[in-house]
């Protein structure tokens, strides 16, 4: 398993294609997430973390992960600082001989990221700065795992 | 201990992280300490239900002890994704 925190930029394409390889390897799934500009007022969006807790928290979930479905390896980078529209923010891979684990896996890997990975997200636009809110829904999708 | 502040909470406490000398028994009780000390604590930590805390780096809860803990760290609901 891999968890990159970083602050620099990744090529999701060339991640993926280093991660895909492996013997007896049949399904590769992964989701990238991007800076969203919402109604094209984005100037840019801040991610702050908690350096050491965030490495922490998310090797946690992936050990989750790997327990519960039947997993070859999987692989989390998530990025911090100044980021703008159109940008990664953060990649899961997972593999595994079947496609149902590596679905489930990468499912459940993006729901706790988004509440239980210690990074907090800052918009700023024309009007000023905010952070975003945490929404109930993300909370509640916890429930399903 | 290290008392450590992220996000809006660092902005209204005004410094990431400081030095705490405390004989607080649980992490309410730290709270209570500094909402007593200032304002800007005060402020902070108005409604608790909008905060999450972690005792050396693992997520708790309010009623957790602070014995043998060296970092306690307060922020908003986590945003990552």
Do not use: C
């Not at chain 1, 993006?110 to 993300?138: C, H, I, Q």
């Not at chain 2, 930590?45 to 050396?56: G, N, S, W």
């Amino acid at each position: 398993m891999a968890v990159v925190v970083q602050a620099e930029s990744f090529d999701a394409g060339a991640e993926l294609n280093a991660f895909s390889d492996g013997a007896g390897v049949g399904a590769v799934v992964s989701f990238t997430g991007v800076v969203r500009d919402t109604d094209g007022t984005l100037a840019v969006m801040e991610i702050e973390h908690y350096p050491g807790m965030t490495e922490r928290a998310i090797a946690g979930i992936v050990d989750d992960a790997m327990a519960r479905w039947a997993l070859m390896d999987a692989l989390v980078i998530h990025r911090h600082g100044t980021l703008l529209a159109g940008d990664p923010i953060m990649m899961v891979a997972t593999k595994s001989a079947h496609r149902a684990d590596a679905f489930a896996a990468a499912d459940f890997l993006m729901d706790y990221l988004k509440s239980r990975a210690p990074f907090w997200k800052k918009e700023t636009t024309a009007d000023g700065s905010a952070w975003v809110d945490a929404k109930d829904a993300d909370e509640d999708a916890l429930a399903r795992w | 201990m290290n008392v450590m502040y992220f996000a809006w909470v660092r902005e209204r406490i005004g410094v990431p992280s400081e030095e705490v000398t405390t004989g607080a028994v649980t992490v309410a009780d730290l709270v209570a300490e500094l909402s007593a000390r200032e304002e800007r604590y005060a402020a902070a930590f108005a409604d608790v239900t909008a905060l999450r805390v972690a005792v050396d780096q693992e997520l708790t809860t309010f009623d957790a002890p602070l014995a043998g803990a060296h970092e306690v760290a307060f922020f908003p609901p986590m945003t990552g994704g």
